[in-house]
């Protein structure tokens, strides 16, 4: 396969990750400040978020060792998140249930995402940077396994709350 273009799909795959990491955040953050009775929930998004800003440092180091300059990304939103992820309030008040949905998928896309710019770095032979594409799946797929093993209490949780009566929580 030709260098020239398996270059250009692996540094059109940095950019897009990039972005993709920077929505990650956008999602995260705002959730945090709304938890009020899943402090479980909003420790995990604190230290993904930690390990969210690593992955972005990754992604530039990589951009830069490349000779591509990751200064003027403009990062734009992707186009499939602003209707899933549809996070914010709810008038149900099932915001938690949403997000905790949300957030496997996002974790899920996000795996997909770096399993194919692995694919190609190893077709285009730049095998130096897979170790740190590798580091960035292995948070992915931790995130996404402990999200689905919590979709579970945390609906139990809600539906608890909300017979108790406390159904404006988050
Ligand atoms: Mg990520
Ligand atoms: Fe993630």
Redesign the pocket.
């Known amino acids: 396969m030709s260098e020239d273009v398996t270059r250009d799909i692996f540094v059109t795959g940095l950019k897009n990750a990039h972005a993709m990491e920077n929505q990650?955040l956008s999602i995260m953050k705002p959730q945090i400040k709304r938890i009020e009775n899943y402090p479980d929930i909003a420790a995990k998004l604190e230290q993904?978020i930690t390990e969210?800003e690593g992955q972005i440092v990754r992604l530039e180091e990589i951009l830069t060792s490349l000779a591509e300059d990751h200064s003027s990304l403009k990062d734009l939103a992707l186009s499939f998140t602003g209707s899933m992820a549809a996070l914010g309030h709810s008038v149900a008040g099932d915001e938690i249930l949403k997000n905790s949905m949300a957030n496997f998928a996002?974790?899920n896309f996000?795996i997909a995402a770096y399993k194919s710019l692995i694919t190609i770095a190893e077709l285009g032979g730049f095998s130096s940077v897979v170790g740190s594409l590798q580091m960035n799946l292995d948070?992915?797929i931790a995130?996404a396994n402990w999200l689905e093993s919590n979709l579970r209490p945390t609906t139990i949780k809600f539906a608890n709350l909300k017979e108790a009566g406390q159904t404006a929580k988050v």
């Open positions: 990650a993904h969210t996002f974790e996000e948070q992915e995130m």
